[in-house]
């Protein structure tokens, strides 16, 4: 049984910085790892996601350099900064076991956290 455990959300006022994490626990092998974010009323998007080895990262459009994802032993991290308003959502962590690279595409990834929430105020 794989899970994960996303921990780090929190209120901040705008221009703060946040830093997420995700703990996977189970057996799993060489997976793809991913943050997705909701936000009240809209779909579910891509935020960030990192290959296996580490070496290759991706960004949904709207982040714009404000964050870096990374990853350490089987654990992704997710450091916000410049914060927004419009950042407001859950925030989820994915991971794909058929994949050692993200992809933007949730249907693709098999595990998924249950969500941290992150609050930006103005």
């Known amino acids: 049984q794989v899970q994960l455990v996303e921990s780090g959300g929190g209120l901040v006022q705008a221009g703060g910085s946040l830093r997420l994490s995700c703990a996977v626990s189970?057996?799993?092998?060489?997976?793809?790892m991913a943050w997705f974010r909701q936000a009240p009323g809209k779909e579910r998007e891509f935020v960030a996601g990192?290959?296996?080895?580490?070496?290759d990262t991706y960004y949904g459009n709207f982040v714009n350099g404000r964050f870096t994802i990374t990853r350490y032993n089987l654990n992704s991290y997710l450091q916000m900064n410049s914060l927004k308003p419009e950042d407001t959502a859950v925030y989820y962590c994915?991971?794909?076991?058929?994949?050692?690279?993200?992809?933007?595409?949730?249907?693709?990834?098999?595990?998924w956290g249950q969500g941290t929430q992150v609050t930006v105020s103005s």
């Open positions: 994915a991971v794909s076991a058929r994949s050692t690279t993200p992809t933007v595409l949730e249907v693709y990834y098999d595990y």
């Open positions: 189970g057996r799993i092998e060489r997976y793809a």
């Open positions: 990192i290959a296996w080895y580490g070496e």
